[in-house]
């Protein structure tokens, strides 16, 4: 459905159903009962007025950005978002977010860059909340030394957003980088914590490839393996994910490698 049809659909529900709410005590009530209902209760209306007023504001104030993302215009979304963040210097979770998920799908990296420069040299406080989201670029090309430092510096901050797929990410990139040692003693601190089941995956997956086996870690992958043995379920709870954390859609490959490991794998085995 359009943006514009949502809008003015949703002003016609609230007000319709104001209305009724309005002319109830009316029908209810006689005429001069209604009038008492309302004196006593008039909050409601400004209440409701205060509702509507907001709801239209916010709606309103980011027409552009709602009317860009509908159309998928991406370049005219892009410059948008440089204007807000860049010129008028409103970092808002909403716009890094959008900027960073908008230069993925364009394939522009460069962007991230920047977003990235400019919130470390204005904003240098956010870094550990989207540490995560702006180590992208180092990690799909493969630049191990500088993400080893980015996701070095937050893996153990405990502003970090995201801090254990921060420490995945890390200990990926120290596999990549022949340091088994020192990503096994990451991943294994990873399964110590409370992960959600699509990082769980990742972490049995990756100690199975620098061949690390434990009755606790082949625990962890036979409770996984049963959990998940409807794939339907899998996919279900895969797609629900994605919306949470766009890190994972950059690892549809690695991820789809990690669940044929885990449907072959024996009870015995932790795969990566």
């Known amino acids: 459905m359009k943006f514009k049809s949502i809008f003015f659909l949703f002003n016609i529900v609230v007000i319709f159903s104001f209305s009724l709410i309005f002319l109830l005590p009316l029908i209810l ?42 159309k998928e215009d991406w370049n005219n979304l892009t410059q948008y978002l440089e204007e807000k963040i860049y010129v008028k210097g409103q970092f808002r979770k909403q716009y890094i977010k959008l900027m960073i998920n908008t230069s993925l799908a364009v394939s522009n990296l460069d962007k991230i860059d920047r977003l990235a420069k400019e919130i470390r040299d204005r904003k240098p406080g956010l870094l550990p909340r989207y540490a995560l989201l702006l180590g992208i670029p180092l990690f799909l090309r493969d630049n191990s030394e500088e993400a080893l430092i980015h996701y070095g510096k937050y893996k153990d901050n405990k502003d970090t957003n995201n801090i254990n797929w921060v420490k995945w990410v890390y200990a990926f990139t120290l596999i990549r980088e022949n340091q088994h040692a020192m990503a096994q003693e990451v991943l294994l601190e990873i399964c110590n914590n409370k992960i959600d089941d699509i990082l769980l995956l990742l972490t049995l997956y990756s100690l199975d490839s620098i061949s690390c086996n434990s009755d606790i870690l082949n625990n962890s992958l036979i409770e996984h393996k049963t959990k998940y043995s409807d794939e339907q379920k899998w996919i279900s709870y895969m797609d629900s994910m994605r919306g949470k954390n766009i890190f994972i859609l950059l690892l549809t490959g690695i991820m789809e490698e990690a669940r044929k490991w885990e449907k072959s794998s024996s009870q015995k085995e932790i795969i990566v």
């Open 29 to 70: 009530l006689s005429g001069s009962y209604s009038s008492v209902f309302w004196l006593d209760n008039w909050y409601l209306a400004f209440i409701f007025f205060l509702l509507i007023v907001s709801l239209d504001s916010y709606f309103i104030l980011n027409w552009k950005l709602f009317i860009f993302l509908e």
